[in-house]
């Protein structure tokens, strides 16, 4: 582990025709955390990913990953896409989207070989689908679906994991498998970075927070900002429903 | 009904072709093979991709590629009509990338503009300098795949290898190959998911461009033996057939290719029967085939969903409509 920052990003801005969707962003990531990335949507916060990734262009401001571009850190780099972002019809099985997180560290002509295999098969058996190794991925509730990116996030043996809302659209018993495999690799070193929308439980999950709205709101350990002043500043308006919601559970007393 | 259908003799359709007239017949056939084989390979990617209709638009735009090569050269030779058509190809590509990253209009509203804008210039060519170009329109349409036997044979250390035209396409279809196998997982994870591709320090653009590039020769080499419109066919046939029947990718490789072989064969069977184009009779195969495959799947065809149609109804227990 050396000792630079897993990233570290100096006032970066990013637009998509034209218009800013992330400006001035400055972070400075310790290692060895979990982060959620909270904010309201169209907050930037999968452009924020992307942008770390290279997988955006970046109108100023420059991001490092270790002390490097990420062209040089690729494969200590794991990325976890939305769901959604692939076709669930296409032709191949649990096992080669797994194998997938290899190639990162295959060379051209080398195909991923018996420990590859075995060390996917691991991967596959830490988010418990190793029964469903050789399903077409069409065959795959939304929660599997999800335990198979995570599985090839863990197959890529990253040291700094960027994840776009992998809890999105899975059930309770998902949810809680997959928050244990992000807390193992955080024990281990790893450093992730999770964009997520739920307000309650990212106060649990994470270790810090950071409360992004075009700009950075707020970084820090999650008692410090998570705070309703700096939620409010966050979320603006659209927090006051929220904490309606929130009063009334308070109270007693449920909505409607 | 006679005079509609011509009369059907079995031994002219099935046996004749192979035996007899195999000399003329056979390299039809071939011919017939090795273009499917190489625009149902490359077809497999534009469909994962979901850009079957980039197909479309390379095909179209060749026309003016294969005029403005005609009249800078002066000559009808191979050469320039290849550089011509090829150049014709990306730039069909560059238009429609531009247009559809630069403005708000969609890729497949970019992919219309593009290919009719292309093709429409190449009419226009065509019919001003009608006087220079000796450009068959039904050519471009149908191809010429009946003339093949014809051209001059080409041999190579005194083994003949096929006439001209087919040895080149035969040449694509194996470099096409080649080249799945070096990239395949490249070509895999980046029609995945480009963003995890891009992650792993493989650049999908270089990707795209490569597969564009390749498609473009690939749709002008078979342009002479199949013309615009068919050779779309060509690149989305085999695929389509094959994912009906399996879901992994190599697989569905393996079965383009034996759609390709099978759709060409009953194709020249077809195209004697009705005495039509060559061309026109192994899509009409290959779609047949494609038909067959659907009723037949295992898993989505018609018949097996009947099948379990029928079960559950039998068992009495509507299945609640959850997903398998």
Redesign the interface.
């Known amino acids: 582990m050396s000792a630079e920052s897993p990233l570290e990003i100096h006032d970066l801005t990013v637009a998509y025709h034209r218009k800013p969707v992330l400006w001035g962003v400055d972070l400075v990531v310790p290692a060895g955390q979990l982060i959620g990335i909270i904010g309201p949507n169209g907050a930037g916060k999968s452009t924020l990913i992307k942008a770390c990734m290279g997988l955006l262009p970046v109108q100023s401001g420059w991001v490092k990953l270790f002390g490097q571009p990420f062209n040089k850190v690729a494969t200590r780099v794991g990325y976890v896409p939305q769901r959604e972002s692939v076709d669930w019809d296409f032709p191949v099985s649990v096992m080669d989207v797994v194998l997938m997180g290899r190639y990162g560290r295959l060379g051209l002509l080398r195909r991923p070989g018996k420990a590859d295999r075995d060390l996917a098969r691991s991967c596959l058996e830490k988010v418990q689908l190793l029964p469903y190794a050789n399903r077409q991925i069409a065959n795959l509730s939304g929660g599997q679906q999800q335990r198979v990116f995570l599985a090839r996030a863990l197959a890529q043996q990253a040291d700094l994991y960027f994840m776009d809302e992998p809890f999105s659209g899975v059930d309770a018993a998902t949810e809680a498998a997959i928050i244990a495999v992000l807390r193992e690799l955080r024990d281990q070193g790893r450093t992730l970075l999770v964009v997520h929308h739920d307000l309650p439980t990212a106060r649990q999950y994470f270790d810090r927070l950071l409360l992004l709205n075009m700009n950075v709101v707020a970084f820090g350990p999650t008692a410090d900002v998570y705070t309703p002043e700096l939620l409010q500043r966050t979320y603006g308006g659209r927090l006051t429903i929220l904490s309606e919601v929130a009063q009334a559970l308070g109270a007693q007393e449920p909505p409607r | 009904m006679t005079s509609l259908i011509p009369p059907y003799d079995a031994h002219a359709v099935w046996v004749a072709p192979w035996t007899e007239q195999l000399s003329l017949y056979g390299w039809i056939a071939a011919m017939g093979f090795a273009v499917a084989a190489a625009c149902g390979l490359v077809g497999n990617y534009l469909m ?1 991709r ?1 850009m079957a209709l980039m197909g479309d638009a390379v095909s179209h735009s060749v026309l003016p590629g294969l005029v403005v090569a005609f009249l800078v050269s002066g000559s009808r030779s191979t050469g320039p009509m290849f550089v011509g058509a090829l150049a014709a190809g990306a730039a069909a590509t560059l238009i429609i990338e531009t247009i559809h990253t630069r403005t708000r209009v969609k890729q497949d509203a970019a992919i219309g503009i593009a290919f009719s804008t292309l093709f429409a210039l190449g009419v226009i060519l065509t019919v001003a300098f009608a006087g220079q170009i000796d450009l068959d329109a039904e050519c471009v349409l149908y191809g010429e795949i009946s003339f093949v036997p014809l051209e001059p044979m080409v041999t190579l250390g005194g083994w003949t290898l096929g006439p001209e035209p087919f040895v080149r396409m035969a040449a694509v279809a194996v470099g096409v190959g080649v080249m799945i196998l ?5 070509l ?2 980046s ?3 480009p ?2 591709a ?5 650049n999908p653009a270089l990707l795209h461009y490569g597969l564009m590039a390749t498609l473009s020769i690939v749709v002008v080499s078979a342009f002479e033996a199949v013309g615009a419109i068919l050779v779309i066919a060509m690149l989305i046939l085999p695929g389509s057939t094959a ?1 009906m029947l ?4 190599p ?2 490789h393996l079965l383009s290719l034996l759609h390709a072989a099978l759709s060409s064969v009953l194709g020249v069977s077809l195209g004697i029967w009705l005495n039509c184009s060559m061309a026109a009779a192994m899509v009409v195969a290959g779609a047949v085939l494609f038909g067959l495959a659907w009723l037949a799947s295992p898993s989505q065809g018609l018949v097996a969903r009947w099948w379990h149609g029928r079960r559950r109804e039998s068992v009495e227990q509507p299945a609640p409509g959850v ?2």
Not at chain 2, 182 to 186: A, F, L, N, T
Not at chain 2, 198 to 202: P, V
Not at chain 2, 246 to 249: G, P, W
């Open positions: 994962l979901r070096v990239w395949y997982k490249e895999l994870v029609s995945f998911d963003g995890l891009r992650s792993l320090g493989i994912s399996t879901t992994r990718l697989k569905v997903g398998v």
